[in-house]
């Protein structure tokens, strides 16, 4: 699995309709809005690096409203909630 964090700046006024529309692509799992330089950062998890090319370049970029993006691909991932699902297995 590969993941990548894309950071969007999105137009006034669109941000809601941006997000929807962002969760309308394979591979966009999660958008959240958030304070600072960036209205809009989507979550990416896809099989394989060449997915990320394909999901950032070819269809994210064409959703209306996008202005600019910034692309992370993360290659661990270090998570607690990760750690608690694992430790639950089996659990009663």
Same mark, same amino acid.
């Given at each position: ?11 006034? &006024? ?12 394979? &591979?966009?799992?999660?958008? +959240?809005?958030?304070?600072?330089? +960036? !209205? ?7 099989? @394989?690096?060449? !997915? ?12 209306? &409203?996008?202005?600019? @993006? +910034? ?7 270090? @998570? ?9 297995? &089996?659990?009663?």
């Amino acid at each position: 699995m590969t993941t990548a964090i894309v950071m969007l700046k999105v137009k006034r &006024g669109q941000v809601t309709q941006t997000a929807e529309a962002l969760l309308e692509i394979a &591979g966009v799992t999660e958008a +959240y809005s958030v304070t600072g330089d +960036y !209205d809009l950062i989507a979550i990416v998890r896809v099989k @394989s690096p060449d !997915d990320i090319a394909d999901c950032v370049t070819e269809r994210l970029q064409k959703v209306a &409203g996008i202005e600019d @993006s +910034y692309t992370h691909v993360a290659f661990r991932v270090y @998570s607690k909630h990760d750690l608690e699902e694992a430790f639950s297995l &089996g659990a009663s």
